[in-house]
């Protein structure tokens, strides 16, 4: 499955190893991008501010263009979330199918990595290629926690997708409730 034993170290976390491997060879900087987007994807707080140190480039895309912030966001790895701005990710990227940090961690309910992008200015109202902002996908996956803080703070809630769909339209049940709750109060 990995391409070479430095990738499968950073996936597994194993620092000793990843640094014995790294010092103890010519690995160019260059060829950490791989290893740094896994360590962020496994959440290896560690690992990704190894990996850093020794210059792996912080915007290393995959196949599908997600950066190391971006699979952080995905995967809800509050932790290297923070490390990976701190050290100037771009939390506006966007990946192939032009989704944010933001909407992926709206996508997948990680409300904790949603309060900090937008803490750090992210653009809550962000749309991805079919037009979907956090807030349609935060809805559309019912994640309801996401949808009120999202609602809370000013997010959109007519905005609509390439569709012409709006949060409430495509909602999951139990978010629909929430909004149709709200609308009569």
């Known amino acids: 499955m990995f391409s070479n034993p430095l990738t499968k170290a950073c996936e597994e976390g194993n620092l000793d190893r990843i640094k014995s491997l790294i010092e103890g060879s010519n690995y160019k900087v260059e060829s950490l991008g791989l290893p740094l987007i896994y360590a962020s994807k496994k959440g290896h707080l560690e690992v990704v501010n190894y990996l850093i140190s020794v210059g792996a480039d912080k915007e290393a895309k995959s196949n599908g263009e997600n950066t190391p912030l971006m699979y952080a966001s995905y995967h809800g790895h509050l932790e290297v979330v923070e490390y990976l701005i701190s050290v100037g ?64 703070i000013g997010a959109d809630k007519e905005a609509k997708d390439k569709n012409g769909k709006t949060a409430l339209d495509i909602a999951r049940f139990s978010v629909k409730k929430y909004f149709l709750g709200e609308k009569t109060e």
């Open 89 to 152: 990710a771009n939390k506006e990227a966007k990946n192939n199918d032009g989704s944010t940090p933001l909407i992926l961690a709206s996508q997948k309910g990680h409300l904790e990595v949603v309060k900090y992008l937008i803490s750090v200015g992210a653009d809550k109202e962000a749309k991805n290629k079919n037009g979907s902002t956090p807030l349609i996908l935060a809805s559309y996956h019912g994640h309801l926690e996401v949808v009120k803080y999202l609602i809370s």
